[in-house]
């Protein structure tokens, strides 16, 4: 038997019920009956929000199964010509034509700190999500330097985290390399470090897969 509803009040709009928070606010619930509940616990100020996990291991991003998001960081200027870029590149080549056009309509400086999420492409190869975090200007000895692109990549982690929130067909996972630690020479302990302290309503897991 169905249970009869009980709860009389009406919807609350969101931008009405919650002026001010935080970017790390978010929400991978799909379930319709769910919503108050989660605006309702969205008005707490001092609602604690899960922490996002991590696990490492060693492995290769692509062997990610089907509808995994894969997540890498990126330059500004629309090359992904070194490093797990360049795999990329040759495993995706539509989504590489994808983030090119995306770089080409905008300056560095609008991309930097933001993440672009490529769905998977059809008649690809592999059915992987992707996500391109704009962590500094440039490549090479243009890079930005290791304090800019920490700062970059989280920003650029929380605007990944708010597209992801807003996706009606999410990512089944999410995987990632060991960002800014190759070619962008950022000990990847600071970068984890900063991973770790960002939230996600609901909890989100993502799998750290690295071939050292
Ligand atoms: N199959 C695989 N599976 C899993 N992990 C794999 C892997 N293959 C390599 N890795 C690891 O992937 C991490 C990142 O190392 P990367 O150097 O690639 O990237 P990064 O984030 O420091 O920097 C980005 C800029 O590097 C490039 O450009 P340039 O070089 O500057 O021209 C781009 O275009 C960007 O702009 C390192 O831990 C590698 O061990």
Redesign the pocket.
């Known amino acids: 038997m169905p249970k009869p509803k009980t709860s009389q009040k009406q919807p609350i709009k969101a931008s009405k019920f919650t002026p001010t928070k935080k970017k790390q606010i978010f929400q991978t619930s799909t379930d319709p009956e769910s919503e108050d509940e989660v605006e309702e616990a969205d008005s707490s100020e001092d609602e604690v929000l899960p922490k996002i996990t991590l696990t490492e291991r060693k492995?290769?991003?692509?062997?990610a199964p089907p509808n995994t998001l894969l997540v890498?960081?990126?330059?500004c200027?629309g090359?992904?010509?070194?490093?797990?870029?360049?795999?990329f590149q040759k495993n995706y080549p539509q989504a590489y034509a994808v983030y090119q056009a995306h770089c080409a309509s905008r300056t560095p400086n609008s991309l930097l700190s933001t993440c672009l999420i490529i769905p998977p492409q059809s008649g690809a190869q592999y059915r992987h999500w992707i996500a391109c975090l704009f962590?500094?200007r440039?490549?090479?000895r243009g890079?930005d330097s290791k304090e800019a692109i920490l700062d970059s990549t989280d920003s650029a982690l929380q605007d990944m985290l708010e597209q992801f929130e807003e996706l009606k067909k999410k990512p089944k996972g999410v995987w990632m390399?060991?960002?800014?630690?190759?070619?962008?020479?950022?000990p990847?302990m600071q970068t984890k470090k900063l991973i770790e302290a960002l939230t996600f309503k609901g909890g989100l897991h993502i799998e750290i897969?690295?071939?050292?």
């Open positions: 492995g290769d991003l692509f062997a890498h960081a990126c330059n200027v090359s992904w010509n070194a490093g797990i870029a360049l795999a962590t500094s440039k490549y090479g890079k390399c060991k960002i800014n630690s190759g070619s962008f020479k950022v990847w897969v690295d071939p050292k």
